[in-house]
């Protein structure tokens, strides 16, 4: 059993007694990148271009040639650490790591990683990082030999589980991928694999099974966009629950972050989420499409959410799953309106045309995709929990082993 003893750095209460507390600034010189942009980039550069959160491309020369830790200076991932080996590119947005003599490289860019780098980000509308702040953080720094230990133990254990998680990720891609063609046939070609087929005339779309007919939007439904909402109290006001972008993905709503609102008596009823309504994102990600099915008891829509509540010769999960499908290909995004961020408006949105298979149709296709998609979601679901469970073991040996924890 090592003998430690303690020590006042916030995320490593303990260390070995032989090791020593030092500031980076002891250990490293450190210095942002230099101005780069988008021009700069080349298709085929020999050097590749380090930014804040990593790879950015590749450029035709270079701003320094060794291993080299860099740190995100900028961006809500400010902190974050990579590594540039041989000749790279660091731009302003990345802090460059001057290890002194004796120093290891990996050692000390894991225990950077360990530090967290981004609780020092100064609070401001871009989070950021200064280099003299990171320069006075104390790290818990071992004997030399022990430095190139960990490095050693760390590239071979990490390195292994890092295999793992990327196994689990590409079969994970390929259930989604699958979920995903599933889908797009179902709702474009129904289930009949020898049905007769037509030109839908919208380009997007392509071909169709002949009876099935293509409707706007504002013909299927009455859509409705959200109005901006107010914090205070007001005469006549009342305090309600709300959805926005953040609370809708794609067939799924988030209801755990959903806030409350002043509402008026005419927004109460314009507002009003109904069973079976589709909701559909305005801004932020926009067009994510999920049904309201009131899992709470009353919920309304602000400015960010559009609702759609169909006629009775619609299904609204045929359509969400539609949706869905819009939204794999990307079409949203190429009917936005671009300001300074992007908007799926009204107007675009309920001229938007759609097919429109018999009701009977429409619901057999929802139940086939609701089993289908309950299967592979079971199968993506435990995926991601294997996933998480590697990357926590990592974490867990990269902090053990970073802070003396576990002896190597």
């Known amino acids: 059993m090592r003998e430690m003893k303690d020590t006042e750095i916030c995320w490593c209460k303990n260390i070995p007694s032989d090791w020593s507390l030092m500031r980076v600034k002891d250990l490293a010189r450190l210095q942002s990148g230099d101005t780069f942009t988008a021009d700069d980039l080349v298709e085929e550069g020999l050097y590749p271009v380090y930014g804040g959160n990593g790879l950015r491309g590749y450029a035709d020369r270079y701003t320094n040639d060794g291993d080299h830790v860099l740190i995100g200076r900028q961006g809500a991932l400010c902190g974050n650490i990579n590594y540039g080996a041989g000749k790279f590119f660091a731009t302003e947005h990345a802090i460059v790591v001057y290890s002194k003599k004796g120093i290891n490289v990996r050692w000390l860019g894991e225990t950077l990683r360990t530090a967290n780098l981004n609780r020092l980000s100064m609070t401001a509308a871009q989070p950021g990082l200064s280099v003299s702040v990171i320069n006075n953080q104390f790290i818990p720094c071992p004997p030399e030999e022990e430095q190139r230990r960990i490095a050693e133990y760390l590239d071979s254990h990490v390195s292994s589980i890092d295999k793992r998680v990327s196994l689990l990720a590409t079969k994970r891609d390929h259930y989604l991928r699958l979920k995903t063609a599933i889908i797009n046939r179902a709702v474009t070609q129904g289930l009949n694999p020898d049905v007769k087929m037509k030109d839908s005339g919208v380009e997007w779309i392509g071909m169709i099974p002949e009876h099935w007919e293509i409707k706007r939007i504002k013909e299927i439904g009455k859509l409705r966009l959200g109005k901006m909402l107010t914090e205070r109290p007001k005469d006549g006001y009342v305090l309600k629950p709300y959805l926005k972008s953040k609370n809708v993905s794609w067939l799924n709503l988030n209801l755990d972050s959903v806030e409350e609102m002043y509402f008026s008596v005419q927004e109460l009823k314009e507002l009003r989420l109904h069973s079976g309504d589709l909701v559909i994102t305005e801004g932020g990600e926009v067009g994510k499409t999920a049904?309201?099915?009131?899992?709470?008891?009353?919920?309304?829509?602000?400015?960010?959410?559009?609702?759609?509540?169909?006629?009775?010769?619609?299904?609204?999960?045929?359509?969400?799953?539609?949706?869905?499908?819009?939204?794999?290909?990307?079409?949203?995004?190429?009917?936005?309106?671009?300001?300074?961020?992007?908007?799926?408006?009204?107007?675009?949105l309920r001229r938007l045309s759609v097919p429109v298979p018999p009701l009977s149709e429409q619901q057999a296709i929802a139940n086939y995709l609701d089993e289908k998609c309950a299967k592979l979601d079971v199968i993506v679901e435990n995926l991601n929990q294997q996933i998480e469970k590697h990357k926590l073991l990592k974490r867990s040996l990269i902090n053990e082993v970073i802070t003396g924890q576990r002896a190597v």
């Open 291 to 348: 049904i309201w099915r009131e899992e709470l008891k009353e919920c309304y829509i602000q400015n960010s959410v559009h609702k759609l509540t169909f006629k009775s010769f619609c299904d609204s999960r045929y359509y969400c799953y539609f949706s869905f499908f819009l939204g794999q290909k990307d079409f949203y995004k190429s009917i936005v309106n671009l300001v300074s961020i992007m908007h799926l408006t009204y107007e675009k």
